[in-house]
DNA sequence: AAAATATATAAGGATATTTGAATGTTGTGT
DNA sequence: ACACAACATTCAAATATCCTTATATATTTT
């Protein structure tokens, strides 16, 4: 499959944000609603609801209503593998290549001063 | 471990761009160098620069020098991890929770109307 | 040495994101 | 009906991102 799939691009740009990764990844463990998250993020809850929304809007996270709770749960299957991603452990880089594959020469990446 | 890893979430963010996870999807087939992109994806040559710039700067690639040719590889082993979930088919959505956790009850999902 | 090639950097304005503050809405309890 | 609780929305300001244009740097070629 090709890359350009805007929908997941635009999913992943929304994902990548520190408070709304707490907040996915807390979702990930269980349904939630609003009050749970400003304790838990030690911010507002008016900058809560608009992260919650703007997940809502993408339809990474849905929510329903409990009396005047509103229990936000996980719908976007990807998340779950971003975040297991985000917390795997890499060693060190991708082996550098040998060579320029148009010259088929070159300085090799060690050689770098600069 | 715990989620807010900062440096991998910069990359994240970093990367979620449809520029440069087109830049990143090539550099995981093999080295490229500037120019190549400049055709690629049809944008100038000052803004493939500058994406480039994006990356290096935060260690998601690296280059050598070969003459005047810079030779772009990918460095940061996240990345295709990453490339292979924007890939990968996801089939539906993560299913629903029964109810609310807190109160045991609550209407369903399903049954939303607004 | 001058010109050309390949790339980088800088400066700027347009647009988007982020957050705080204020206000609205909806459901519950009394 | 009233007050409160839980949450959403709106507005505005600060900040960040993005791309264009212009200019700079380094290397090779002539």
Redesign the pocket.
């Known amino acids: 499959m090709a890359l350009p799939q805007k929908n997941k691009i635009e999913t992943l ?2 994902i ?5 990764l707490r907040i996915l990844d807390e979702l990930a463990k269980g349904v939630k ?6 304790d838990f993020l030690g ?12 997940l ?2 993408h339809g990474i996270i849905d ?1 329903y ?8 749960f996980l719908v976007d299957p990807m998340v779950p593998d971003i975040l297991d991603i985000l917390k795997k452990e890499y060693a060190g880089t991708l082996p550098a290549p040998a060579c320029c594959p148009i010259t088929k020469k070159g300085k090799y990446p060690g050689d770098r001063t ?1």
């Open positions: 740009r929304v990548a944000h520190p408070v709304r609603c609003v009050s749970d998250f400003e911010i507002s809850q008016p900058n809560v609801s608009q992260h919650l929304a703007l809502r809007n929510y209503i409990d009396g005047r709770l509103r229990c936000y600069n």
